[in-house]
């Protein structure tokens, strides 16, 4: 009987723990696709296993540019706070079993800022859920996946494992919508198409973002207006969502 590929037991192990999307990323030779000064080394860990959580439906459905108080706390707490606990658990479960297995494994944190200043990560999520083939880079610089949309959020794990079942990156699929990019109460997007090798600074200015976030309750506009996250029949299609390989 021959033995189940590695990424099929990765990807039962993800979805077991209640991972809505699973794909893998041959991430070798691809820096033009990690724009930026991402600190965490590869050293050696060729493929990138993407993991993501959807967000709560109805709590995202009641955003508005003046949330009422009730609902900005709990955007906070089930959207970031317990969505992030819930990846860096899924994300440190795989890395185990890879490191059982004898492979070497690094769980990314689903946020950790390392840098004030231009506020980044150890590692890119979302160049990794693009190159598995999950989503593509929308306007507002979010993962937009064809099922949720950009309600979700990621979890990533690089190793050196070997992986035959791999994505490719989608198609844009924004077209000429600018609805996350109007709705932007900072107007920190400049609707400029998602290319790699350019840096994220001609699309998005961080600082914009940050600046209104000290003052507001809440945002995540962007995420709530985009139509792929909110047209019909969206909620059928999560349940149905694509789990590659």
């Not at 000064?37 to 990138?48: E, V």
């Not at 890879?98 to 200043?117: C, H, Q, S, Y």
């Not at 990156?169 to 290319?195: D, M, S, Y």
């Amino acid at each position: 009987m021959p033995a189940i590929p590695l990424e099929r037991v990765l990807k039962r192990l993800a979805t077991d723990a209640g991972a809505d999307f699973f794909g893998v990323a041959d991430i070798e030779g691809r820096q033009a696709d990690f724009a930026g000064t991402w600190p965490l080394p590869l050293d050696g860990l060729r493929f990138g296993i993407s993991v993501g959580l959807i967000l709560n439906q109805w709590i995202v459905n009641r955003l508005s540019p003046a949330p009422d108080p009730l609902t900005a706390k709990m955007y906070w707490l089930d959207c970031y706070t317990v969505i992030n606990e819930r990846l860096d658990a899924l994300v440190m479960r795989l890395a185990s079993h890879l490191e059982r297995k004898g492979f070497r494994a690094a769980p990314v944190p689903a946020t950790l800022k390392i840098d004030k200043e231009e506020l980044l990560g150890p590692f890119t999520h979302k160049a990794v859920a693009r190159l598995a083939g999950l989503g593509w880079i929308g306007k507002s610089c979010l993962l937009v996946t064809p099922e949720a949309g950009p309600r979700v959020r990621w979890g990533t794990v690089l190793t050196d494992a070997p992986m035959t079942g791999v994505g490719w990156p989608l198609e844009n699929g924004c077209g000429a919508c600018r609805a996350c990019v109007e709705i932007c109460p900072a107007q920190a997007f400049t609707g400029r198409p998602f290319r790699p090798e350019e840096p994220v600074a001609l699309r998005y200015d961080v600082r914009k973002c940050q600046a209104y976030l000290k003052q507001a309750p809440v945002c995540g506009l962007c995420l709530a207006v985009c139509p792929h996250g909110k047209s019909l029949g969206r909620r059928k299609r999560a349940a149905r969502v694509r789990v590659r390989p």
